[in-house]
């Protein structure tokens, strides 16, 4: 993998696997005394091969891929998996406003015209994500509005 660049616009394709990862298991955050946000991802070791692949894709806003350890506050359970964040970005910043209503990824109107399938939505259907139940308002732990 190249160099990080902070200055580098995502490509269309890499715009479109945001969304689409954003829908499923991706998420924005914003550091303590940062300006821009910078896209997370996580994934089960057994998804590690799926993780790499995007952070190929995502490069070269990512930054390097780091094993983690934690307990489950379901279960109790270590689990392991893998994780990267990308460099914060005015980029990220504009789809924080676009996908999240206060805290919480909310789906709209306007974030589901931006999707252009199939690159979107094939990145989703990657992620295990959590689940559809639309009776109660919710694809894959995400609030519809």
Same mark, same amino acid.
């Given at each position: 993998?190249?160099?990080?660049?902070?200055?580098?616009?995502? @490509?269309?394709? #890499?715009?479109?696997?945001?969304l689409g990862s954003l829908l499923g298991d991706g998420s *924005? !955050?914003? +550091?303590?005394?940062?300006?821009n946000y910078?896209?997370?991802?996580?994934? @089960?070791a057994k #998804?590690?091969?799926?993780?790499?692949?995007?952070?190929?894709?995502f490069?070269? *806003? !990512?930054? +390097?891929?780091q094993h983690c350890l934690y307990t489950d506050k379901r279960d109790g359970k270590e689990r392991e998996g893998y994780r990267f964040h990308t460099v914060?970005?005015?980029?990220?910043t504009s789809l924080r406003q676009l996908t999240y209503d206060g805290k919480r990824k909310t789906i709209t109107a306007n974030w589901l015209t931006q999707i252009q399938p199939p690159s979107?939505?094939?990145?989703?259907?990657?992620?295990?994500?959590?689940?559809v139940n639309l009776s109660k308002g919710r694809v894959c732990g995400i609030h519809i509005a």
């Open positions: 993998m190249g160099s990080i660049r902070h200055d580098k616009a995502p @490509s269309y394709l #890499q715009q479109q696997a945001y *924005l !955050s914003n +550091p303590p005394i940062g300006i910078h896209f997370s991802l996580y994934h @089960s #998804q590690r091969a799926y993780l790499e692949w995007k952070h190929n894709l490069s070269p *806003l !990512s930054r +390097p891929i914060s970005s005015s980029f990220f979107a939505v094939a990145i989703l259907g990657g992620d295990e994500g959590s689940g």
